[in-house]
């Protein structure tokens, strides 16, 4: 079982619609990340929490520690919020070794 | 600021050839990621570097050397390539973890570089 699960792997929506993306994990961690992969491959960071929730934009992500569980939230979405949303989890507690993925979202948001 | 960059964008090798991937980052980070990303797989970190002249292994590390000569640079080489490196390879880098003052520390990514073994 992959450390980093998200749900679900392929989500289609009209413009406008209100868009929930999950990620569970079943190890202990110093914080979490959420990325953005563009069309064109490239990777940006949007958020990194390690408690509560972190709004940027129209973006909301949150965390429950005790559960295990974060959500990114794109409101009024838009056709140009398209990509592959990413969670990843930094092991552990302190140090420099890197994250661990999950295997993404791919979002389509439809004119 | 240029971020960070690789070299190369795009290599095709031939099974057994040998070739070095450049990892520039012009933000003084101290720690430098190679992670690779195949379909279905997510990002898998390869190597990692704490800061210069240091190295560790990651998750992936088999058939990969690195080295971390200059602060700015981390070097990706595989010496023999074989069809399963085939991937899609990802430079990162960030500060330092900084747990006193509570800061948490983002990763930037490269661009990319898409690698064939053939």
């Known amino acids: 079982k992959n450390e980093v699960e998200q749900s679900p792997q392929n989500l289609t929506a009209q413009e406008g619609e209100f868009i929930t993306i999950n990620c569970s994990y079943s190890?202990?961690?110093?914080?979490l990340h959420w990325l953005q992969q563009h069309p064109g491959g490239g990777i940006v960071s949007l958020f990194m929490?390690?408690?509560g929730k972190k709004k940027h934009g129209r973006l909301i992500a949150t965390i429950n520690i005790q559960e295990k569980h974060s959500s990114l939230h794109i409101t009024a979405s838009h056709p140009r919020d398209s990509a592959v949303y990413i969670c990843?989890?930094?092991?552990?507690?302190?140090?420099?070794?890197?994250?661990?993925f999950g295997k993404g979202t791919h979002l389509i948001i439809q004119p | 600021n240029a971020g960070v960059t690789q070299t190369p964008k795009f290599r095709v090798l031939k099974t057994g050839q040998s070739m070095t991937l450049l990892c520039a980052q012009d933000?003084?980070?101290?720690?430098m990621y190679w992670y690779r990303q195949d379909p279905g797989m997510g990002l898998r970190l390869i190597h990692y570097?704490?800061?210069?002249?240091?190295?560790a292994k990651g998750e992936v590390p088999d058939g990969y050397n690195v080295s971390r000569l200059k602060k700015q640079n981390f070097l990706l080489g595989l010496e023999s390539a074989a069809p399963s490196q085939t991937s899609v390879y990802f430079c990162?880098?960030?500060?330092?973890?900084?747990?006193?003052?509570?800061?948490?520390?983002?990763?930037?990514f490269g661009p990319g570089t898409r690698l064939t073994v053939t």
């Open positions: 990162a880098s960030s500060y330092s973890l900084d747990s006193i003052r509570g800061g948490l520390k983002r990763q930037y």
């Open positions: 190890v202990g961690i110093s914080a």
């Open positions: 929490l390690s408690s």
């Open positions: 990843a989890v930094k092991k552990g507690r302190g140090g420099a070794d890197g994250l661990t």
């Open positions: 933000m003084n980070h101290e720690y």
């Open positions: 570097s704490v800061g210069e002249g240091t190295t």
